[in-house]
């Protein structure tokens, strides 16, 4: 079983979602102890890119912010390797293909591996689009992780039987799209199950309407992206303290 | 040109989250229908004839080509299209897709402002609701389009994030688009973005070089030696390229935008200064800094001020079939005014790279040899702002 799967296999699971350097990698550093200490299961660590073309504005912002404080993709990759001389949590980066592939697709696997990241998700990398990465990925040992989305449809089989660490249920749609598609988070999360036993995940920032309760009992884990990229912003340096009160709130809700 | 998983050599591909997967394919199921379907391109025709004006002039210039006294010259006068570019011809094309697929609202990108008039001009006619991405930084070097675009019935959106110009229009439309793919049809406004957008594009488009074609042998009873066009994500110019492809005597220039120079940061001209990378939905290459960061880019033209190209130009690049070259903003505004006094055409100042380019050639070529220039639209929008650079102090 990989280290992500079993981290998860109790479910409802908060995990939360760091921009790496914003404000800088030992905010990052401390963010993620606090995080673990307080009962995060895996965190998802964000390698800033400068166009984020899915984001929120809200994470657009932090990735502007760590970008202009200077953060660079070998410092992210030494800050796991020391991070992992801390604590075993599972560590999931969040990137944006071209930051992957800047850097040499295999020169950056690697480097993850050795320096124990457990999982990779490429934001702008489908299904059909796998193979830039993944050889390197299955060479390293770090799970690639594969996205459904409530608009995936007949997609959704083929990806999820695929998938390897956990299943990153989207929920960003619109209201139109909502009403017209008739599919919802649930749906998605219900008919992924059928093809794959992975824990899913649902991440999204429509989520922050939704009962943070009843998310985690349809999956295995709720990413917590803009409450605690909002943290990073507003208190800054001292928002690793502030994230792990809000993780340990969470946490008590079950 | 293109393979099934919508490469260009190594180039192009589907680069794009997840939420927007089933909507890329859905617009190539459909387009795959309808590009043969008698019907849509009895309707495209007629679109193109008698609303947009086509077929667009081929002008033989004479004035500059004595002036230059080198190669013959040829003006392909996309400026004189219905709202003033080339940019109707793709935007009619996608229309009346998005209309066959049953949807009821455009959103577009638009840099200059020529594409989102031109986007806002088909929604009219095609009673579609439209909106327009639009960097903040553009809305105010454009307000005049800006104008056009609420004139016609669009919502004009000023982008703020990143940059606040072309890329991150386009980041926007993306972004609106992922959030709502059931009713919306994005119509992208350049060869670029995930396959099929630079198929599609690029299909509506090459009409350009099918009637430089058809036009040269009327009038010359042979094929030009060089078609030379500007290329920001490089739609003109994959147009006027097009079926010239497999004709290997054919010299294929693209002109980029060298900004204040390809040895400054201040510059886009992205084969010039790029590299490989993936972004917006392709490989390709872009203006990025070391860690790929994409690199915030600058030209006096909006509407070539874009960090990446085309797959298709890159796969030109990689083969060897076509030539690009970078004109810095001094020498597009030189040809800017060259071609309004010596022809009496005040061409659209991303076309004026082109003309720059032209300028150079010519004269270095002998006087049997002929070339084509695309004029990619007309240069009014421009005026204030090239005045501006001169020193005078006029505002729109």
Not at chain 2, 206 to 211: A, D, Y
């Amino acid at each position: 079983m990989s280290k992500i799967k079993a981290a998860l296999k109790n479910g409802k699971a908060y995990i939360p979602f760091i921009t790496c350097g914003d404000p800088d990698l030992e905010t990052t550093e401390a963010a993620v102890i606090e995080a673990e200490n307080n009962g995060a299961a895996l965190v998802i660590l964000g390698i800033p890119f400068s166009d984020p073309t899915a984001e929120a504005p809200v994470i657009q912002a932090s990735n502007i912010r760590a970008l202009r404080g200077g953060v660079k993709t070998a410092d992210i990759l030494s800050l796991v390797k020391k991070l992992r001389a801390k604590t075993s949590i599972p560590i999931v980066f969040f990137a944006y293909a071209n930051v992957v592939f800047s850097y040499g697709s295999e020169k950056f696997i690697s480097a993850c591996g050795e320096a124990g990241v457990d999982g990779l998700f490429v934001e702008d990398l489908p299904f059909e689009e796998k193979e830039e990465f993944l050889p390197f990925c299955q060479k390293y040992g770090v799970d690639l992780i594969s996205a459904v989305a409530p608009t995936s449809g007949d997609r959704i089989p083929v990806i999820a039987e695929n998938a390897e660490g956990f299943l990153f249920v989207s929920a960003d749609i619109g209201e139109t799209d909502r009403k017209i598609l008739h599919s919802g988070i649930e749906e998605t999360v219900c008919t992924a199950r059928k093809y794959t036993d992975i824990p899913c995940v649902v991440a999204g920032q429509s989520l922050s309407n939704m009962n943070s309760e009843r998310l985690t009992e349809i999956s295995d884990g709720v990413v917590v992206d803009s409450a605690i990229v909002e943290r990073l912003e507003s208190y800054g340096k001292n928002a690793p303290k502030e994230i792990g009160l809000f993780i340990k709130e969470l946490s008590a809700l079950h | 040109m293109t393979n099934p998983n919508g490469r260009f050599g190594i180039h192009g591909g589907q680069y794009i989250p997840e939420t927007l997967m089933n909507a890329v394919i859905e617009l190539e199921e459909a387009y795959n229908h309808y590009k043969n379907d008698p019907e849509f391109n009895r309707e495209l025709s007629e679109l193109f004839n008698n609303y947009a004006g086509r077929p667009s002039r081929l002008y033989y210039a004479e004035k500059m080509t004595k002036d230059l006294g080198g190669a013959k010259i040829y003006l392909k006068r996309e400026d004189l299209n219905h709202t003033g570019a080339h940019k109707i011809n793709n935007v009619l094309g996608q229309a009346l897709l998005a209309k066959k697929m049953g949807k009821t609202r455009l959103i577009a990108e638009t840099g200059a402002g020529q594409h989102g008039v031109a986007t806002a001009t088909a929604a009219a006619l095609m009673g579609l609701e439209c909106v327009v991405f639009m960097g903040k930084e553009d809305t105010i070097r454009q307000a005049l389009n800006v104008y056009r675009m609420r004139l016609l019935g669009a919502t004009v959106v000023p982008v703020t994030s990143g940059t606040a110009t072309l890329k991150d229009a386009v980041s926007e439309a993306m972004r609106e688009w992922a959030g709502r793919i059931s009713d919306t049809h994005y119509c992208l406004g350049s060869v670029m973005g995930p396959h099929p957008f630079p198929t599609i594009v690029r299909d509506f488009q090459s009409v350009i070089s099918k009637e430089i074609k058809k036009q040269m042998l009327e009038k010359e009873g042979r094929l030009p030696d060089a078609v030379i066009a500007c290329v920001g994500g490089g739609s003109n110019a994959i147009g006027s390229f097009y079926h010239f492809i497999g004709d290997e005597s054919v010299r294929l220039i693209g002109c980029e935008a060298a900004g204040r120079g390809i040895d400054t940061f201040e510059t886009a001209a992205t084969i010039s200064t790029g590299r490989l990378g993936i972004f917006h939905g392709m490989k390709s290459y872009f203006c990025q800094d070391e860690d790929g960061q994409i690199a915030p880019v600058y030209s006096i033209s909006a509407g070539l001020d874009y960090p990446g190209v085309g797959p298709e130009h890159a796969h030109l690049h990689d083969i060897g079939r076509a030539e690009y070259v970078a004109i810095t903003d001094d020498e597009a505004v030189n040809a800017f005014e060259y071609l309004s006094r010596t022809e009496g055409i005040i061409p659209a100042i991303e076309s004026s790279h082109a003309i720059a380019h032209a300028i150079k050639l010519a004269p270095q070529l002998e006087k049997d040899k002929i070339i084509v220039i695309t004029v990619s639209g007309r240069g009014d929008k421009d005026c204030a702002a090239i005045a501006r650079y001169r020193g005078e102090d006029i505002y729109e």
